[in-house]
């Protein structure tokens, strides 16, 4: 074990090591680093400066891979994923392909000018939405995203529900993001959606389908606040300590594939900030796609893995739901 990273060694302890994928059943996309915020816990240090985009080029390399494939599930993310010239063109190729897309959108971005009418584009397409929303009171929300960043996220879950999101019977799914303000893990998911459907419905008679509770990484301006506010070290023994192999088992860069703006192929989107490209024989770009090495690739790791699987686990779909071993 002596040439193995922490996480590995743990991985070994369950009998998981070295950790493989299990097939591919989402494909995810982040289209770019452009966003209309700057959020204190975001591990991709988007902002409204980042210059780096996909082009349409690389687009049409994802849509080619695709091709060789039954990946069910799209998931496009940024920044604000929005805000790429070519968002519709992207998401409309995916939908002629027959694949179900989802969108991580961080609501405001749909109350700027220029992007009114997006709300609608993907109800048109039944597109899932992910929406990012830190908590259901405005001053917990703002000290993480911004001063306004509430009532424009109000602003935008209203219009919304006003088009048919999250009621019954329109096929439209409208689930919410949960993450931690400080260096904590995420409450129980069953119990805070609980509360946020109550408390969303009774202030502002919001609905939506479900949220997902996800622990901020330790990488990114997450990182940065670890160690300006000295909790960088007790942080990071929280999510060593509570390791749990049941959890590691079931982590999402098993079943996904992160493609970064520049069509670099990565296990998941944290390992895409981190710059740890896919590895151990299998392609890591876009232009060079093998379904066969990619489906059956080796997982690369590090210490930052165990923010997935600390507690109840954590992935882009929420908990993970798993149970400490006894």
Known sequence: M????????????????????????????????????????????????????????????????????????????????????????????????????????????????????????????????????????????DKQRGSGVFKKSIEALKRLNSIGYSKDGSGLILNLVYNPAGAFLPPSQKALEADYKKEMLKRNGITFNNLYTITNMPIGRFLNYLNTSSNYSSYFQKLISTYNSNTASQVMCRYTLSVGWDGSLYDCDFNQMLGMRVNHGAPSHIGKFDPEKLCNRRIVTGIHCYGCTAGAGSSCGGTLSMPMPS
Request: hydrophobic content about 35%; some cysteine.
């Open 2 to 141: 002596n040439n193995l990273n922490p996480f590995d060694i743990s991985l070994s302890r369950s009998a998981l090591h070295p950790l493989t994928a299990t097939g591919i059943t989402i494909f995810q996309v982040n289209v770019g680093k452009l966003c209309n915020q700057a959020c204190k816990h975001c591990h991709v240090e988007a902002g409204p400066n980042r210059k780096e985009i996909m082009q349409k080029e690389t687009m049409a390399a994802c849509l080619s891979a695709i091709e060789k494939t039954d990946i069910p599930t799209v998931d496009i993310t940024g920044g604000a994923p929005e805000m790429n010239p070519d968002f519709k063109w992207f998401v409309n190729e995916f939908i002629e392909r027959k694949r179900h897309v989802m969108v991580r959108t961080n609501l405001t971005i749909l109350t700027e000018q220029g992007y009114e009418d997006i709300p609608d584009f993907l109800a048109e397409n039944k597109v899932e939405i992910i929406a990012s929303l830190p908590y259901y009171v405005e001053q917990t929300t």
